[in-house]
C-alpha cells in the first residue's frame, strides 16, 4: 500500500520500506572515526574516496544533506552516486554505517515549502543559518511531512543504516515514530548540540558537537560531560551512535563571517588549521574512547567534514577490557587489548605511573613515567623498546599549590597565575 504526502501542490507517492540490512551486530574496533557532513559519498566517485572511505566508521550526511527540498532534482543524481559508492564501502567496511543528514528545523528559500510553514518573526521569515529560514516545527503536519519523506526516502532504500536529524533532539513525537520503522530497528540519531540527559529507548546516539571545546572553555564541566557521554553509550538503543565532535582552538566559530569569505580563502584556514592544535585532538580523541561512540575533528562552523586523517587515528587499540575507571588522582583511564588510553579533565597537569614500558602514540617517548597536562589525553601502546633517555616535560600547575606566586603560560598562549593560597 502507498502513503500519498501532498507539499506545494505536488503529490509524492511513498515506496514501501526496501529490505534492509541487519545491523545490530556491527561493532567496530577502537578508535572508531566519524565524518560530519562532509564525506562525499554523494558528489565523489568510488576511485578517489575509497582509501578514506574504507578507514570511516560513521558517515553522517556528505552530498544528499536534505533541507526540505527532496525534490531537487540534484537528489536523484545524489542517490545514484550513493548507491554505487555503498556497495562499494560493504564489500571492503561492512562495519561503516552511513546515516543521510535530515534539517527538520531550517529550509531554503524553497517556493515549494508551504507559506504556512516558515516561522515567522514580526511577520517576516528569519535565519540562524546563512542561506537558511527556521520552520515552525510545532505543526503537526510539518512532523508528518518529515516522518513520511524519512520513510519513504530513507528507511526505504538499502543504501541508509539510518538517519541523522539535525538541530533536534528526543521529542515525543517524530524520534519515538522514528524508531519505530523497519520493525522497531530503525537507527535514528539526533542533534541537540550537547548531549541531552534523555531519550535513551528511542535513540542509538546524539552529536556532541564541539561540547568538549566547551569543556576546554570551562564553560562545560568534564566529569558532567563523560557522565552524560557513559550513559548515551551504555543505555541507548544499539549500535551505538553517538559521536564527539570538536575542532582547533584558534578557529573562528562566526558562520555569517565564513559565509561572506571567498571559497580560495576558506581553503588556506582549513589547512592553516589542520595541525594547528594537536592537544585539542588529542584530548577530543581519548575522552571519545572513554566510551563507545565515534570521534570527530574537523573546522566545525568554517564547514565541516574536512577529509582529515591523523597518525593516532590508527592506534591498534582493537576492543576495550571493560569500562572506563576514573582513579583517585582524577585522571580516567580504559585498557584495550592493544593499549591503554588515559584522560586528564582536571585542571591540574599530572604525573602518572604505569606498571610496564609503554609508548606514547603521539609523541612515540617511551617509558613507565609520563606528563599529561590538563586538558589533555594519551594513547599508550606496550613495548619492549628501551625507554627515551631523560625526563618527560614536567608539570606546570599540580594539585598541591605552590609556595610561591607562580605564572605559566598554556599551550593555546593563555597566561594563569597562581597564589599559595591556591
Excluded at 48 to 68: A, M, P, R, T, V
Excluded at 83 to 97: C, D, M, S, W
Excluded at 112 to 121: I, K, M, S, Y
Excluded at 379 to 406: H, N
Aim: with cysteine; proline share 8%.
Amino acid at each position: 500500500m502507498q502513503r500519498v504526502c501532498v507539499i506545494g501542490g505536488m503529490v509524492l507517492c511513498a515506496a514501501a520500506q526496501g529490505h534492509a540490512r541487519d545491523v545490530s551486530s556491527v561493532n567496530p574496533p577502537f578508535p572508531r572515526i566519524g565524518n560530519c557532513y562532509g564525506a562525499g559519498l554523494g558528489w565523489q566517485t568510488w576511485e578517489k574516496g575509497q582509501e578514506y572511505w574504507s578507514k570511516l566508521d560513521l558517515f553522517i550526511g556528505g552530498g544528499y544533506d536534505l533541507h526540505y527540498d527532496w525534490e531537487n532534482e540534484r537528489w536523484a543524481t545524489v542517490l545514484a552516486n550513493v548507491k554505487q559508492n555503498v556497495a562499494h564501502l560493504r564489500e571492503v567496511n561492512p562495519q561503516a554505517l552511513v546515516l543521510p543528514y535530515v534539517d527538520v528545523v531550517e529550509g531554503p528559500d524553497n517556493p515549494n515549502v508551504p507559506a504556512a510553514w516558515w516561522d515567522l518573526r514580526n511577520g517576516e521569515r528569519w535565519s540562524g543559518w546563512p542561506g537558511m529560514y527556521r520552520i515552525n516545527t510545532a505543526l503537526p503536519e510539518v512532523l508528518q511531512y518529515n516522518l513520511d519523506k524519512v520513510r519513504e526516502e530513507v528507511f526505504g532504500r538499502e543504501c541508509f543504516d539510518g538517519v541523522f536529524y539535525d538541530c533536534w533532539g528526543p521529542d515525543p513525537w517524530l524520534v519515538p515514530r522514528t524508531a519505530q520503522l523497519r520493525d522497531g530497528r530503525a537507527v535514528v540519531m539526533v542533534n541537540e548540540w550537547n548531549l541531552p540527559r534523555k531519550g535513551f529507548e528511542d535513540l542509538n546516539g546524539c552529536l556532541a558537537e564541539d561540547e568538549l571545546n566547551r569543556v576546554v572553555e570551562g564553560t562545560v564541566d568534564f566529569e558532567e560531560f563523560l557522565n552524560r557521554y557513559l550513559r548515551w553509550s551504555s543505555e541507548s538503543r544499539k549500535p551505538v551512535t553517538t559521536m564527539l565532535v570538536c575542532h582547533p582552538r584558534k578557529l573562528n566559530m562566526d558562520p555569517w563571517h565564513w559565509s561572506k569569505i571567498p571559497w580560495q580563502e576558506r581553503q588556506k584556514t582549513v589547512e592553516a588549521l589542520r595541525d594547528s592544535d594537536p592537544q585539542m585532538l588529542r584530548f577530543g580523541l581519548t575522552t571519545t574512547l572513554l566510551g563507545d561512540g565515534y570521534f570527530g575533528y574537523d573546522c566545525a562552523n568554517l564547514g565541516r567534514g574536512q577529509w582529515w586523517w591523523f597518525p593516532e587515528f590508527d592506534a591498534p587499540l582493537g576492543y576495550p577490557k571493560g569500562p572506563a575507571q576514573r582513579g583517585a588522582d582524577g585522571l580516567w583511564r580504559r585498557e584495550f587489548d592493544g593499549g591503554l588510553v588515559l584522560v586528564n579533565g582536571t585542571i591540574y597537569d599530572a604525573v602518572v605511573e604505569l606498571p610496564r614500558r609503554y609508548q606514547d602514540f603521539s609523541t612515540k617517548r617511551i617509558g613507565t613515567r609520563f606528563t599529561l597536562r590538563t586538558c589533555d589525553g594519551r594513547i599508550f601502546v606496550p613495548t619492549e623498546a628501551p625507554a627515551t633517555p631523560g625526563e618527560d616535560e614536567p608539570p606546570r600547575i599540580t594539585a598541591a599549590p605552590p609556595k610561591e606566586l607562580q605564572a605559566f603560560e598554556f599551550d593555546d598562549g593563555t597566561v594563569a597565575t597562581r597564589t599559595p593560597g591556591g
